[in-house]
Nanobody, 124 residues
Framework: QVQLVESGGGLVQAGGSLRLSCAAS????????MGWFRQAPGKEREFVAA????????YYGDSVKGRFTISRDNAKKTVYLQMNSLKPEDAAVYYC?????????????????WGQGTQVTVSS
């Protein structure tokens, strides 16, 4: 069955960095667009980043452009999110997700499988 398992979250000071990982299994990873979303308490799930099957094209939410980088290693079936210059407003549970065969990269409804999430806390 499809599984997505995130790791790498934690507590970091504002201005610091974290790298999240999402290990995939149960499907042909290299054929799918993969994305990262986040959700803070009391807020809607927010698109963070996505990239195509080859990793050649990336997409970012406006709030993270220039600070976050999404990448993937198809041999390892893993997608990464490098987060630099973290701000307190970046604190959230971060989820990786597999996009359906078609749909908008930035809409949560276009994704069919989700990980359990990893908590990122940013202290000011």
């Amino acid at each position: 069955q499809v599984q997505l398992v995130e790791s790498g979250g934690g507590l970091v000071q504002a201005g610091g960095s974290l790298r999240l990982s999402c290990a995939a299994s149960g499907f042909t990873f290299s054929m799918y667009v993969m994305g990262w979303f986040r959700q803070a308490p009391g807020k809607e799930r927010e698109f963070v980043a996505a990239l195509t099957w080859s990793g050649g094209t990336t997409y970012y939410g406006d709030s993270v452009k220039g600070r976050f980088t999404i990448s993937r290693d198809n041999a390892k079936k893993t997608v990464y999110l490098q987060m630099n210059s973290l701000k307190p407003e970046d604190a959230a549970v971060y989820y990786c997700a597999r996009r359906k065969t078609s749909g908008s990269n930035s809409e949560a409804d276009a994704y069919d499988y989700w990980g359990q999430g990893t908590q990122v806390t940013v202290s000011s």
